[in-house]
């Protein structure tokens, strides 16, 4: 892949003038995180990490990602759907995964019950890496799929304007103008406010389900200021004040304080330490309600890794998309290869090539929000231990995608200014509303690029791992 700031990144008094604009810039377009040390105080706050430079992106590959988002909004809406395929792909993962297992009863209790709910509405993002092969061309390959709380669609469409001023700093007025306008906040204001409208309620509000520590609150009010600037009254809660102040009436309309929630958005809620007994009888509670969840506990589960290697099956996407062999073929060129570990002879052996050539693969659990793959040696280490036992289930084995690393500055606050070798994961945003059985939304909304160094094998952004990050098309 072309490298096309290589002058730039050798020549080190430019690029200490243009990280000290580019700081000044990010903080007056307000990509802002609060800190560490004052998580809870936004008069405290510092610039959201970011690369100095715009990342080179394969152009063809950026077109693809874009054009199979949609294909992967039918894909996620039609599993929420299937009780059995959920059932039986899940069935290994749940007796050994208490958090899994604990959102599957909810799930079926929900439809034991009956589901309140007919507005569904799906917020995604994609994420891929681009595979160098061997002869150097790069194919975009999917990591993940991430169903809940997919965040960083606020604080990404500011950095496009600051790498913008960087390269006019640098003397690439040209260059700049190639970088493209980027506003996922609009595309998922949209789908939230579609929901919102659909729920039919002028009176109720949208609810933003939010974590006790958010350092991340501004690219959550990105997409909550869009909402107001459409006159739609948003309100935050924890589960906590949802456990002290929710409830449902005969109709099961969910109330917070006497406010009708008409669309529940979680931005917490994907990890097990967001719960504990209190917090899950209040997401039993939410899931029981008429108010549209984004996502449901059904597209939350169709989130889940064991879900994304069984999907990888031969015939598993025939199954879930009957008569849409283009969309399913858009949708199987991103796989990578993706490998069970249930108990049986095929999951014998694919531990036994894994811990033979542990450098082959990256071990996944059912978990969100990054840092949580194992590799290397580590991956050895932890399926040795786990081979012969029914845990090894509540992992998936996937191919270890081998990036072409570019050089660049990561810049974060109070850290030296200093080169290194990074790759990067582009995610494609995708939101999609349906009422009843007919999908009366579903696009594509915008781009999230993040890059790291390259000795960092797994972590996002909010993780501390990767920083925010502009593609510039080659």
Known sequence: MAAPWRDVVRDAAAVREAAAVAVDAALLAGGLMRTGEQPHASDVVNYAPFTLLPSAVPRA???QAYAVQQDFNLLV????????????????????????AQLFRIY???????????????????????????????????IEINTIAASFGGLTSRTADVHGLVLKVLGKTEEASHLLPNNPAKGLALGIAKAWELYGSQRAVVMFLV???????????CVENELWSRNIRVIRKRFRDVFEQGSLDASRRLYMDSQEVAVVYYREGYVPQNYDQQNWEARLLLERSRAVKCPDIATQLAGTK????????PGTLEKLLPGRPEAIARIRA??????????????????????????????????????NNLYGEE?????????????????????KIKPQPAQNYLLRAHSPLRVSECISEL??????????????????????????????ADGGVAAGVAVLDTPYLV
């Open 61 to 63: 590959l950026f077109e």
């Open 77 to 100: 809406d039609a599993i929420s759907q299937k009780k059995e395929f959920l059932e039986q792909t899940l069935a290994s993962t749940i007796k050994v995964d208490d958090f899994t």
């Open 108 to 142: 079926m209790q929900v439809l034991e019950e009956g589901l309140a709910q007919t507005v569904f509405l799906g917020i995604n993002r994609s994420d891929y890496m681009f595979d160098c092969g061997l002869d150097g061309t790069a194919a975009l390959r999917q």
């Open 211 to 221: 974590e006790e520590i958010q350092r991340n609150i501004f690219d959550q009010r």
């Open 306 to 313: 064991k879900v994304q290697q069984e999907l990888s099956r």
């Open 334 to 371: 991103t796989f990578a290869g993706l490998y069970s570990l249930d108990e049986g002879e095929e999951g014998d052996r694919i531990a036994a090539t894994a811990i033979a050539d542990p450098d082959r693969f990256v071990l996944k659990p059912q978990r969100e929000g990054g840092g």
């Open 379 to 399: 991956l050895r280490q932890v399926l040795e231990k786990i081979k012969d036992s029914p845990e090894r289930t509540s992992y998936i084995l996937m191919d």
């Open 427 to 456: 995610g494609i945003f995708g939101v999609y509303v349906r009422q009843g059985q007919e999908l009366v939304l579903n696009q594509a909304a915008g781009h999230l690029l993040r890059t790291k160094a390259i000795e960092h």
